[in-house]
Nanobody, 124 residues
Framework: VQLQASGGGLVQAGGSLRLSCEAS????????MGWFRQAPGKEREFVASINWSGLMTRYADSVKGRFAISRDNAKNTLSLQMNSLKPEDTAVYYC??????????????????WGQGTLVTVSS
């Protein structure tokens, strides 16, 4: 499966952004999907994941209550709604696909396919 992330940009602290990830070349509904991010000089970290149906989600503590992950299997699209953004949310955000549709994995090695990343910059 190929993944294309979009929607990043520059936003002021307290603002919102919505990231999208379009999947092609595979059966989207057979994958668990996740969002990760990598800030300059830091390791890639888990943000959120969602199982094949969208009924199970998992969030990093740092984004819980501010971010919402969702998917539309009919449109092969994964989304991440980010509200109340903080400067520490600044990072390149990556979408990723896990070949097993069940569960909500949070470790990067569990994901086999990755998008190219989209930059989110939050100014203070």
């Amino acid at each position: 499966v190929q993944l294309q992330a979009s929607g990043g940009g520059l936003v002021q602290a307290g603002g919102s952004l919505r990231l999208s990830c379009e999947a092609s070349g595979g059966t989207f509904s057979s994958y668990t999907m996740g969002w990760f991010r990598q800030a300059p000089g830091k390791e890639r970290e888990f943000v959120a994941s969602i199982n094949w149906s969208g009924l199970m989600t998992r969030y990093a503590d740092s984004v819980k209550g501010r971010f919402a992950i969702s998917r539309d299997n009919a449109k092969n699209t994964l989304s991440l709604q980010m509200n109340s953004l903080k400067p520490e949310d600044t990072a390149v955000y990556y979408c990723a696909a896990n070949q097993h549709p069940y569960g909500t994995p949070s470790q990067a090695p569990e994901y086999s396919y990755w998008g190219q990343g989209t930059l989110v910059t939050v100014s203070s």
